[in-house]
């Protein structure tokens, strides 16, 4: 079974570009939780879908980003427009659930080098 | 929204045993307890989860009091690929579903 896939593992944009991180849940997950991670801190919720839906934004920047997770096919945390703060590492984690006490699985992260 | 704090550090030699507390004194009665361990240029990894008293498997332990207010997980005999950080976190019931939110967790140093 595998688990969580993130690509790509690393992303180099120019100022003004658009990036496009991709997340693959685990088989059978309907969850998905994109976290982002600056050098030395811990990492900051963004965002919660469910399949076709979020359901929560609220650790997501209101300008330039968005995501979605189709009913078919990868979650997708899209950045435009990209400036130097975008730099971080941005982890997707998947659960089987919304509720309490379920383990959320973490991806391998990609990180994003904005020049 | 139930805040945890835990040591920003600490260092500990190669088989001794460690124990990181983690305070959480807001944390609510459906919350529960969950211990992560992340290596450098990794994802977080799941270590160990609890609601009440004590919680163990093949990696932790986890002791919870009966207040709830904190928690300590405990690694037997560290060995140098435990060097990591390990965040403590409670997810909360946010509008029906459970959210978490990481702190920036204790960073283990284990020495030869």
């Known amino acids: 079974n595998a688990g969580v896939m993130q690509n790509p593992r690393h992303l180099v944009r120019r100022r003004g570009q658009e990036a496009r991180l991709r997340c693959s849940p685990m088989k059978g997950h309907s969850h998905v939780y994109w976290y982002r991670q600056l050098p030395e801190e811990g990492l900051k919720f963004m965002v919660y879908l469910q399949k076709e839906n979020i359901i929560d934004e609220s650790g997501m920047p209101k300008e330039r980003f968005s995501a979605e997770f189709p009913k078919e096919g990868p979650s997708i945390l899209r950045i435009q427009q990209v400036v130097r703060g975008d730099s971080a590492a941005y982890f997707c984690?998947?659960?089987?659930?919304?509720?309490?006490?379920?383990?959320?699985?973490f991806g391998p992260g990609t990180r994003l080098t904005v020049l | 929204l139930a805040k945890t704090t835990q040591p920003i550090s600490m260092d500990s030699y190669e088989g001794q045993e460690v124990n990181i507390t983690c305070s959480h004194n807001?944390?609510?009665?459906?919350?529960?307890i969950t211990w992560y361990q992340q290596f450098p240029s990794q994802g977080p990894r799941f270590i160990i989860q609890?609601?009440?008293t004590k919680v163990t498997n093949e990696v932790a332990s986890l002791f919870i009091p009966a207040d709830r207010k904190s928690s300590t997980l405990s690694l037997p005999r560290v060995s140098l690929s435990d060097t990591a950080v390990y965040y403590c976190?409670?997810?909360?019931?946010?509008?029906?579903?459970?959210?978490?939110?990481f702190g920036t967790g204790t960073k283990l140093q284990v020495i030869p």
């Open positions: 984690a998947s659960s089987s659930s919304g509720t309490g006490g379920n383990e959320q699985f």
């Open positions: 807001n944390i609510a009665t459906n919350d529960y």
């Open positions: 976190l409670v997810d909360f019931n946010s509008g029906g579903y459970q959210k978490v939110t």
């Open positions: 609890g609601y009440k």
